[in-house]
């Protein structure tokens, strides 16, 4: 999987070509039955979080319907703040949620079908006027949702982190230093961006 990719970036740059050969095959894989909304409300959910944290946050929300895999907009919306602050959401997150649940009522945050053909900069101008959803939350949209790869989260703390690792810099590397380096593992930034999330495992 990803073969094309890694064979780009092995060629581009000898040190991500080292990270490749010691993390092995990309195992990026895409949550293709998950709605847009809900991509958004698990990227919110972890903003500012450890991964950890985060999951057990939204399995108490998610436990506030039993019926459901996952709640519907209509049913955030319906949910009391009190509610969703007591399964450990703070209050901006919560503004957020029904935010991204009133708009996708709306119409502002696409269908699956209809976000899988728009263009990334078309859905990162749209869904960053949502209160709450920054670049961040739409590049982990991009990535883990729609399988786009060639997206760079540069402002990522992990992305600083491994990138900082990989290439021994005793810094986190500035985003702008980031995108300037990643330009040359286009147009597979995110395959790039995977290997440099796994250098913190």
Same mark, same amino acid.
């Given at each position: 999987?990803?073969?094309a990719?890694i064979?780009?970036l092995?060629k581009v740059?000898k040190?991500m070509a080292?990270l490749?050969?010691?993390?092995?095959p990309?195992?990026?894989?895409?949550?293709?039955?998950c709605?847009?909304?809900q991509?958004?409300?698990?990227?919110v959910?972890h903003?500012?979080?450890n991964g950890?944290?985060a999951?057990?946050?939204l399995?108490r929300v998610?436990?506030?319907?039993?019926?459901r $895999?996952?709640?519907?907009?209509d049913?955030? =919306?319906?949910t +009391?703040?009190?509610k @969703?602050?007591?399964?450990?959401?703070? %209050?901006?997150k919560?503004?957020?949620f029904?935010?991204?649940a009133?708009n996708?009522?709306?119409g502002v945050?696409?269908?699956?079908?209809?976000?899988?053909k728009?263009p990334?900069r078309?859905i990162?101008?749209r869904?960053?006027?949502?209160r709450?959803?920054?670049?961040?939350t739409v590049?982990?949209?991009?990535i883990f949702?729609l399988?786009r790869?060639?997206?760079?989260?540069?402002t990522?703390?992990?992305v600083?982190?491994?990138? $900082?690792l990989?290439?021994?810099r005793e810094e =986190?590397?500035k +985003?702008?230093e980031l @995108?300037?380096?990643g330009e040359c593992? %286009?147009?597979?930034?995110?395959?790039a961006?995977?290997y440099?999330w796994?250098?913190?495992d």
């Amino acid at each position: 999987m990803h073969e094309a990719a890694i064979e780009h970036l092995t060629k581009v740059d000898k040190v991500m070509a080292r990270l490749i050969r010691r993390v092995g095959p990309c195992e990026l894989e895409t949550q293709k039955r998950c709605s847009p909304f809900q991509a958004m409300v698990q990227s919110v959910a972890h903003q500012q979080l450890n991964g950890t944290a985060a999951k057990t946050i939204l399995k108490r929300v998610v436990a506030l319907y039993p019926r459901r $895999a996952f709640p519907t907009p209509d049913d955030v =919306l319906a949910t +009391p703040d009190e509610k @969703l602050r007591g399964a450990g959401l703070s %209050r901006a997150k919560v503004a957020a949620f029904k935010d991204i649940a009133a708009n996708t009522v709306k119409g502002v945050v696409p269908p699956a079908r209809t976000i899988a053909k728009m263009p990334d900069r078309e859905i990162l101008e749209r869904l960053t006027t949502i209160r709450g959803v920054g670049p961040w939350t739409v590049e982990m949209l991009l990535i883990f949702k729609l399988g786009r790869l060639d997206v760079l989260p540069a402002t990522d703390f992990g992305v600083r982190k491994g990138f $900082a690792l990989t290439f021994e810099r005793e810094e =986190l590397p500035k +985003p702008s230093e980031l @995108l300037e380096h990643g330009e040359c593992w %286009r147009p597979y930034r995110s395959i790039a961006s995977w290997y440099l999330w796994r250098t913190l495992d």
